[in-house]
Antibody, heavy 123, light 108 residues
């Protein structure tokens, strides 16, 4: 059973960098795509970006200028850095595994999620 | 278009059938995936692909699609189905992920 666990500071000051890690257990990170998703309080889900084990990334265009996602295959871990944060970045941050299946119509879905961690941006 | 549109709220009487819809141009090219989220919990995958349920998801959940609209149907809704439901797909480039705004389902 694959499990994901987010870790990192729960409180970040405005203008600083939010840094989170996601540790994958029960499976290798060297397959599938690995994703960060966030959810502001009382709002919907927002995709932040993803990474493949080879280091290739895709980012939400709205956040691209502030986001870096990296992977450490030796630790079975991937990480999120979000720079220059404001109160609008306060959210529950989830890491998730994305499955991609090639076919007549390609399939994409998130089958395993971390429990989520609330990060608050405040001075 | 790079948006997925869902009704903010839907209600259903206990034991009745409810359909939750998701609209977007990308759904002409990609299947919608559906997630259930209960308060304080991470989303859970309920439907992916044409109409596939992960292990452990009751068969009262089903998915369908027509044109630019995808639907999640719950046949015989139960009290435990009360939750937020999100659809997910890709944009036309397939490089970016789209989420619908979510539908809050109330079981009366």
């Amino acid at each position: 059973q694959v499990q994901l666990q987010e870790s990192g500071p729960r409180l970040v000051k405005p203008s600083e960098t939010l840094s989170l890690s996601c540790t994958v257990s029960g499976g290798s990170i060297s397959s599938h795509y690995w994703t960060w998703i966030r959810q502001p309080p009382e709002k919907g889900l927002e995709w932040i970006g993803n990474i493949y084990y080879d280091g290739s990334t895709n980012y939400n265009p709205d956040l691209k200028s502030r986001v870096t996602i990296s992977v450490d295959t030796s630790k079975n871990q991937f990480s999120l850095n979000l720079r220059s944060v404001t109160a609008a970045d306060t959210a529950v941050y989830y890491c998730a595994r994305e499955v991609r299946l090639r076919g007549v119509i390609d399939l994409y879905y998130f089958d395993y999620w971390g429990q989520g961690t609330l990060v608050t941006v405040s001075s | 278009s790079s948006e997925l549109t869902q009704d903010p709220a839907v209600s259903v009487a206990l034991g009745q059938t409810v359909r939750i819809t998701c609209q977007g141009d990308s759904l002409r090219s990609y299947y919608a995936t559906w997630y259930q989220q209960k308060p304080g919990q991470a989303p859970v995958l309920v439907i992916y692909g044409k109409n596939n349920r992960p292990s452990g998801i009751p068969d009262r959940f089903s998915g369908s699609s027509s044109g630019n609209t995808a639907s999640l149907t719950i046949t015989g809704a139960q009290a435990e189905d009360e939750a937020d439901y999100y659809c997910h797909s890709r944009d036309s480039s397939a490089n970016h992920v789209l989420f619908g705004g979510g539908t809050k389902l109330t079981v009366l």
